[in-house]
């Protein structure tokens, strides 16, 4: 009678999956030209300074984001790479970042943003 209890609860325990780590499917999404999906946030601001390590902006409201720069940073400008040292202070950037194991940002793809040209006003004729 023990043995056909126990054999009971343990195939009604059986019947639930049980939750393995590492077995969590990630909804797949399509790779679209030009989509990064690696990147998780985009930011624009001015490229204020960069060194071996590290990616300085300032956002819109003054204050400065740091990021970190790895060997699979990628930089463009007008969409043809370029080196970190191409870029000049004040230059309108945007910056495709991901973060890491501990959340830092790291910059994955950082790209200056192109000067809009000025509208050209209608010109309408004189009254005469």
């Given amino acids: 009678m023990l043995t056909n209890c126990l054999a009971i609860v343990t195939l009604m325990l059986l019947q639930y999956p049980y939750p393995y780590p590492g077995r969590v499917r990630q909804p797949q999404t399509p790779n679209l030209p ?10 624009t601001g001015a490229f ?29 400008r007008d969409d043809k790479p370029v080196k970190i ?14 973060r890491d194991a501990r959340l830092n940002l790291l910059a994955v793809r950082v790209a200056v943003v192109p000067a809009k040209a000025p509208e050209k006003e209608k010109q309408t004729p004189a009254p005469q």
């Fill in 34 to 43: 030009g989509t990064n999906t690696d990147a998780v946030a985009t930011f």
């Fill in 48 to 76: 204020k300074s960069a060194d071996k390590k590290f990616l300085f902006l300032e956002v819109e409201d003054g204050n400065t984001m740091r990021m970190y720069i790895t060997s699979a940073t990628k930089f463009f």
């Fill in 85 to 98: 040292s191409d870029f000049h202070p004040g230059d309108n950037i945007t910056v495709d970042a991901s």
